[in-house]
């Protein structure tokens, strides 16, 4: 079975900087898609970013990029110019290809604070 | 378009008695999860439907728990009877199947107390 790891029970960052949220995982299927997922005080959780395996190329989605590392079966989240919005817990997910049903898998969560 | 919808969004029941939670996804997802979410930590599974077929109800504690989705849509999870343990926030989700990012979108959740 898949498992997916947050080493960082909790970071924090100064608004503007950077920050980096790690996530390991562990499979043994070679096509398969990583998600990060944002969810605020308020509890709904929103897609922040996604990649799937077969593509080299890191996702991208404006101040949020991946480093996906496929043989060390790593996926950091890395947040630039942080801002006060982007305080949330951050859970990294892991999904099977489609053929092997949809389950999703995720970590136990990185509690990110951004201060002012 | 709407979002996931849920309700309630809060419960307060004694234990041992029953709890119900209504989930409407997306429309036209055929894909509905629903999630067990503790407090600081990351949502699981408890059951998965495809259109009206639970497909995956391996983690769904079944001797207090059931669920349904009896036209492929809208689904009810309910507890019966609820324990102390069973307080937590109860997360529905919905994708669409043929979609190539077979993205979750997640509901605002129930959360749930049994005292």
């Known amino acids: 079975a898949q498992t997916v790891t947050q080493s960082q029970p909790e970071m924090s960052v100064q608004e503007a900087e950077t920050v980096t949220l790690s996530c390991t995982y562990d499979t043994s299927e070679s096509d398969y898609y990583l998600f990060w997922y944002k969810q605020p005080p308020s509890r709904q959780m929103i897609l922040v970013i996604r990649?799937?395996?077969?593509?080299?190329q890191n996702a991208t989605e404006n101040r949020f990029s991946v480093n996906f590392q496929k043989a060390a079966k790593s996926f950091s989240l890395k947040i630039s110019d942080s801002q006060l919005g982007d305080a949330a817990m951050y859970f990294c997910a892991y999904r099977s290809p489609n053929n092997y049903g949809q389950n999703f898998v995720f970590g136990p969560g990185t509690r990110l604070s951004v201060l002012p | 378009e709407a979002g996931v919808v849920q309700s309630p969004r809060y419960k307060i029941i004694e234990k041992k008695q029953p709890v119900a939670f209504w989930c409407n996804p997306i429309?036209?997802?055929?894909?509905l999860y629903w999630y067990l979410q503790n407090l600081g930590q990351g949502p699981e599974l408890l059951i998965r439907?495809?259109?009206?077929?639970?497909?995956?109800d391996s983690q769904l504690p079944k001797d207090r728990f059931s669920a349904e989705r009896l036209k492929g849509v809208d689904s009810t999870l309910k507890i019966q009877p609820a324990e102390l343990g069973d307080s937590a926030v109860y997360l529905c989700?919905?994708?669409?199947?043929?979609?190539?990012?077979?993205?979750?979108?997640f509901g605002p959740g129930t959360r749930l107390t049994v005292t």
């Open positions: 429309s036209g997802h055929n894909t």
């Open positions: 990649q799937e395996a077969y593509k080299q």
């Open positions: 439907y495809e259109n009206e077929e639970a497909v995956d």
């Open positions: 989700a919905s994708s669409f199947r043929d979609t190539e990012n077979y993205e979750q979108y």
